[in-house]
C-alpha cells in the first residue's frame, strides 16, 4: 500500500473524530447537532463536523476493496452477534487484501476475573451485572443500542472474526499494532479494560 491513497475508517467514533480518518457513527444526535441551535435546545454533545453518520449493520458506504485499514472502539458489543458478523463481513468486503481490521472490546475476561478477585465483596454479583451494562435504558428509545449488547471474550472475538472471512486473527494489546498511525486513535482510557484484537484481509 506504500504511495498509494490509505483510506482508513473509524467506525463507531463517538465524538473523539480523528483527523486523517473518515470517521463514522450512527447516533441520532449528530443530525440534531446540526441543526440551528440544536446543540442548545437538544444537549447533544459536540459532535465533530467530519462525522459521517452511516449505519453499518446495513451496510459500510465504501466500495469492495477500497479501504486500508478499520478501527472500531468499543462498537461491536452495542450490537447483536449476527449484526456484528455482518458488519465484519462488511468490513473484509471494503478492506483491501492486506487491509487491517482492528477491533477494541470491552474485555469479558477481565470482568470475570475481578469478580472473581471480590468475593469477599458482598454485592460482588451485582457490581459485576452492573458493569456489563446489559440492561436496556430509556437512552434505547431515542438511541437504539445504546447498551451492550454482548460481551467477548478473545475466543468469541475471533472465532466471529473468522465467521466473516478472516483466516487467522490475532490478539494484540494496547499500542502494538500493524496500523502506523495508532497512537493517534487509540485511548489510554480504555486500556485497563479492553481486548484487542487484529485481523488482515
Not at 440534531?32 to 437538544?42: D, N, W
Request: include cysteine.
Amino acid at each position: 500500500m506504500t504511495g498509494a491513497v490509505q483510506l482508513k475508517l473509524n467506525i463507531g467514533c463517538g465524538t473523539s473524530g480523528i483527523e486523517g480518518w473518515v470517521n463514522i457513527d450512527n447516533s441520532p444526535t449528530i443530525l440534531l447537532s446540526r441543526l440551528p441551535f440544536g446543540r442548545r435546545i437538544f444537549r447533544t454533545p459536540d459532535w465533530p463536523r467530519g462525522v459521517l453518520r452511516a449505519d453499518v449493520r446495513k451496510r459500510i458506504p465504501f466500495g469492495n476493496s477500497s479501504v486500508s485499514c478499520i478501527y472500531s472502539s468499543h462498537t461491536f458489543e452495542h450490537f447483536t452477534y449476527e449484526e456484528s458478523r455482518a458488519v465484519a463481513r462488511e468490513c473484509f468486503r471494503v478492506l483491501r487484501p492486506g487491509g487491517i481490521l482492528r477491533i477494541v472490546v470491552p474485555d469479558l475476561g477481565i470482568m470475570v476475573c475481578d469478580y472473581l478477585a471480590g468475593n469477599a465483596d458482598p454485592m460482588a454479583s451485582h457490581r459485576f451485572i452492573s458493569r456489563l451494562l446489559l440492561t436496556a435504558s430509556v437512552r434505547d428509545i431515542v438511541h437504539a443500542g445504546a447498551h451492550h449488547k454482548q460481551m467477548f471474550d478473545a475466543r468469541s472475538l475471533a472465532r466471529m472474526l473468522q465467521e466473516a472471512g478472516f483466516l487467522a486473527p490475532e490478539c494484540s494489546t494496547f499500542g502494538r499494532s500493524r496500523i502506523a498511525e495508532i497512537a493517534g486513535i487509540e485511548l489510554e482510557s480504555r486500556r485497563s479494560e479492553s481486548l484487542y484484537m487484529e485481523a488482515v484481509r
